[in-house]
């Protein structure tokens, strides 16, 4: 495997460093200004204004892999730009590659219709709307996507949506102009995997209401935000929904499998953050008459930290490898495998970075604990670990029957 990074990726990855650089860097501390002034549930100018500029650069779409409306970069040429993006957790909106509406994106180019595409797909890779997946429910082990109990009924030219989702990422931002729906439209289906069905909700339908944000660890994430939200008679036509009756769980795997791999080479870029600054932070502070960087603890766990970095973005750049080459189902496991690793090394990297700042490390001055919040909730997202270990653990022992 050579992972050996391509002429063009190289020159989009210094571009994109030095925007970072130049724009992402330095005003941190502005982005976290704006969302604490005012109505927090406002977008923030500065991201506006550097939508702007990631735009005219170039750096725009970079997601979306063999795609008319991008750069068509592959999964594993697009990787190291992911990371460097997710170096700051704020900033892969600014180039218009941050989740939910990434996913969105490939659903809607891989199974919309064209006027579905037209409405929705053309706005959202403008950057000029924000959207949510609506699929986890409160009532129901979601991390079994055949419990859920929201239904879509078919009546004469329309689909009636009823049911309580939460964790909707996206939700509670007012530019998020669409949900993405997933439910039943035939509970009785022999086959629990045909039950369900996707539909497109825009945001202003009679009968959608956002009953509160979730914050997360403390964290309500603003302006974006995650919501628990009740559908109560919502009708929408009938030509909203993806696809045929019974697709949406194929959707649903389609669209998991590369938001998966964007946050776990997201979270590489966060560890090696949380990396950064634990060592700046080691060489500069003195306890008991050295530097903490002289200190036996503090080199184990650097080096562990590097160790564990490198790691994960080895296998994550071989997952990569072989989605670009034998397609997503035949790289199940190892996209598995990278969603149970990434997320566990960025909560020991970043709590050890926590650790050697003392009590500013929970602090909101280095960004570290928000960091960990964003890290621990990722063990969830997409599936929880327990779920990913027994795919693989299945796929395994598949080897040997």
Same mark, same amino acid.
């Given at each position: 495997?050579?992972?050996?990074?391509?002429?063009?990726?190289?020159?989009?990855?210094?571009?994109?460093?030095?925007?970072?650089?130049?724009?992402?860097?330095?005003?941190?501390?502005?982005?976290?200004?704006?969302?604490?002034? &005012?109505?927090?549930?406002?977008?923030?100018?500065?991201?506006?204004?550097?939508?702007?500029?990631?735009?005219?650069? &170039?750096?725009?779409?970079?997601?979306?892999?063999?795609?008319?409306?991008?750069?068509?970069?592959?999964?594993?040429?697009?990787?190291?730009?992911?990371?460097?993006?997710?170096?700051?957790?704020?900033?892969?909106?600014?180039?218009?590659?941050?989740?939910?509406?990434?996913?969105?994106?490939?659903?809607?180019?891989?199974? &919309?219709?064209?006027?579905?595409?037209?409405?929705?797909?053309?706005?959202?890779?403008?950057?000029?709307?924000?959207?949510?997946?609506?699929?986890?429910?409160?009532?129901?082990?979601?991390?079994?996507?055949?419990?859920?109990?929201?239904?879509?009924?078919?009546?004469?030219?329309?689909?009636?949506?009823?049911?309580?989702?939460?964790?909707?990422?996206?939700?509670?931002?007012?530019?998020?102009?669409?949900?993405?729906?997933? &439910?039943?439209?035939?509970?009785?289906?022999?086959?629990?995997?045909?039950?369900?069905?996707?539909?497109?909700?825009?945001?202003?339908?009679?009968?959608?209401?956002?009953?509160?944000?979730?914050?997360?660890?403390?964290?309500?994430?603003?302006?974006?935000?995650?919501?628990?939200?009740?559908?109560?008679?919502?009708?929408?036509?009938?030509?909203?929904?993806?696809?045929?009756?019974?697709? @949406?769980?194929?959707?649903?795997?389609?669209?998991?499998?590369?938001?998966?791999?964007?946050?776990?080479?997201?979270?590489?870029?966060?560890?090696?953050?949380?990396?950064?600054?634990?060592?700046?932070?080691?060489?500069?502070?003195?306890?008991?008459?050295?530097? #903490?960087?002289?200190?036996?603890?503090?080199l184990e766990r650097i080096a562990d930290a590097r160790i564990l970095i490198?790691?994960?973005?080895?296998?994550?750049?071989?997952?990569?490898?072989?989605?670009?080459?034998?397609?997503?189902?035949?790289?199940?496991?190892?996209?598995?495998?990278?969603?149970?690793?990434?997320?566990?090394?960025?909560?020991?990297?970043?709590?050890?970075?926590?650790?050697?700042?003392?009590?500013?490390?929970?602090?909101?001055?280095?960004?570290?604990?928000?960091?960990?919040?964003?890290?621990?909730?990722?063990?969830?997202?997409? @599936?929880?670990?327990?779920?990913?270990?027994?795919? #693989?653990?299945?796929?395994?022992?598949?080897?040997?029957?």
């Amino acid at each position: 495997m050579d992972f050996e990074y391509n002429a063009r990726t190289l020159e989009l990855l210094a571009r994109l460093q030095a925007f970072m650089d130049e724009h992402i860097y330095p005003r941190e501390a502005e982005f976290a200004a704006q969302v604490a002034e &005012g109505d927090r549930w406002q977008p923030t100018r500065i991201v506006e204004e550097l939508k702007e500029k990631a735009r005219s650069q &170039g750096l725009w779409n970079l997601f979306l892999p063999e795609s008319k409306h991008g750069p068509g970069l592959t999964n594993l040429e697009y990787a190291p730009l992911c990371e460097v993006m997710g170096r700051v957790i704020w900033s892969p909106e600014v180039f218009n590659c941050s989740a939910p509406d990434t996913g969105n994106m490939e659903v809607l180019e891989r199974y &919309g219709s064209a006027e579905q595409q037209r409405r929705w797909l053309e706005p959202l890779l403008a950057g000029e709307i924000r959207s949510c997946f609506a699929m986890t429910e409160p009532a129901v082990a979601s991390s079994d996507a055949t419990n859920i109990e929201t239904s879509i009924v078919r009546d004469g030219n329309e689909y009636v949506v009823n049911g309580r989702k939460w964790w909707s990422s996206g939700a509670p931002d007012p530019r998020c102009a669409l949900f993405i729906v997933m &439910g039943k439209t035939d509970p009785h289906h022999a086959s629990r995997h045909r039950q369900q069905s996707m539909i497109l909700v825009p945001r202003d339908t009679p009968g959608i209401t956002i009953l509160r944000s979730l914050p997360v660890f403390g964290y309500d994430d603003a302006p974006h935000g995650h919501g628990e939200l009740l559908f109560e008679n919502v009708r929408v036509p009938a030509a909203n929904l993806l696809q045929n009756e019974g697709d @949406g769980f194929s959707i649903a795997q389609g669209r998991l499998g590369p938001g998966r791999i964007h946050h776990c080479m997201r979270l590489i870029g966060l560890a090696e953050r949380a990396l950064e600054k634990m060592c700046r932070r080691a060489l500069a502070r003195v306890a008991f008459g050295k530097p #903490i960087a002289a200190q036996t603890v503090t080199l184990e766990r650097i080096a562990d930290a590097r160790i564990l970095i490198d790691q994960a973005r080895l296998l994550v750049l071989k997952a990569a490898q072989m989605m670009d080459t034998v397609g997503n189902k035949a790289a199940a496991k190892e996209i598995a495998m990278i969603k149970v690793a990434a997320p566990l090394m960025a909560c020991q990297v970043i709590d050890w970075a926590i650790q050697l700042h003392g009590a500013a490390g929970v602090s909101d001055d280095f960004g570290l604990a928000y960091a960990y919040a964003q890290a621990r909730t990722l063990r969830f997202a997409d @599936g929880p670990d327990e779920v990913h270990r027994n795919h #693989i653990g299945k796929l395994e022992l598949a080897r040997y029957s």
